[in-house]
């Protein structure tokens, strides 16, 4: 089901790729092993963290926090937004609403 949204999906799912672009690791939540990612050309990298964000966007709706790699994803539904963190520091909020 996802979670719930009144913002289109698409630019949501575009929102959530690009930050699981910027999650250095994010290969990990696959189970790939560093050289294989090393291998990919970058339109299949691309591929993959579509593939991923769309995975999180359903997840999210059954489970709150989800790891990628050195980064949280979580869901905030009193706020309509998904947070994504590395460590203690937010790397971006993608706005749900």
Same mark, same amino acid.
């Given at each position: 089901?996802?979670?719930?949204?009144?913002?289109?999906? @698409?630019? =949501?799912? @575009?929102?959530?790729?690009?930050?699981?672009?910027?999650?250095?690791?994010?290969?990990? /939540? /696959?189970?790939?092993?560093?050289?294989?990612?090393?291998?990919?050309?970058?339109?299949?990298?691309?591929?993959?963290?579509?593939?991923?964000?769309?995975?999180? /966007?359903?997840?999210?709706?059954?489970?709150?926090? =989800?790891?990628?790699?050195? @980064?949280?994803?979580?869901?905030?539904?009193?706020?309509?937004?998904?947070?994504?963190? =590395?460590?203690?520091?937010?790397?971006?909020? =993608?706005?749900?609403?």
């Amino acid at each position: 089901m996802g979670v719930k949204h009144g913002r289109d999906y @698409a630019l =949501i799912l @575009a929102e959530l790729t690009e930050a699981m672009a910027a999650v250095p690791d994010s290969y990990i /939540f /696959f189970e790939m092993e560093p050289e294989d990612w090393e291998r990919l050309p970058q339109e299949d990298r691309r591929e993959v963290w579509e593939a991923l964000a769309e995975d999180l /966007f359903y997840g999210l709706g059954e489970e709150p926090v =989800i790891t990628v790699g050195s @980064a949280v994803v979580m869901h905030d539904g009193a706020v309509h937004r998904i947070n994504v963190l =590395i460590g203690e520091e937010e790397l971006t909020t =993608i706005s749900l609403i």
